[in-house]
């Protein structure tokens, strides 16, 4: 049974850092394009950025330049290092798995940015 793990959250004061972790089971996952997306309270979960099985990247453009997305596919998993976190990066953040139709998801980990 596919699973995806997320780690990492917690409460951060503004300009600091965090790195977020998936970890999958269950799955192939070096066959996954995976990504990290977020959601707001009362907000639409967004995209914030995906890696393909080859490893190219793309991100949204309020993260560029401060979130990088990564993937060991020796351990399975999947990072967003977080820079520069800004208040407006306060959401919860969900680990998505995909390949041909299929699709899984972590049950998120909490961000919240304030000093």
């Known amino acids: 049974q596919a699973q995806l793990v997320e780690s990492g959250g917690g409460l951060v004061q503004p300009g600091g850092s965090l790195r977020l972790s998936c970890a999958a089971s269950g799955i192939v996952s070096t066959l996954y394009a995976m990504a990290w997306y977020r959601q707001a309270p009362g907000r639409q979960r967004e995209l914030v950025a995906t890696i393909s099985n080859s490893r190219s990247t793309n991100y949204a453009d309020s993260v560029k330049g401060r979130f990088t997305i990564s993937r060991d596919n020796a351990k399975n998993t999947v990072y967003l290092q977080m820079n520069e976190l800004k208040p407006e990066d306060t959401a919860v953040y969900y680990c998505?798995?995909?390949?041909?139709?299929?699709?899984?998801w972590g049950q998120g980990t909490q961000v919240t940015v304030s000093s």
């Open positions: 998505n798995a995909a390949w041909i139709g299929l699709q899984y």
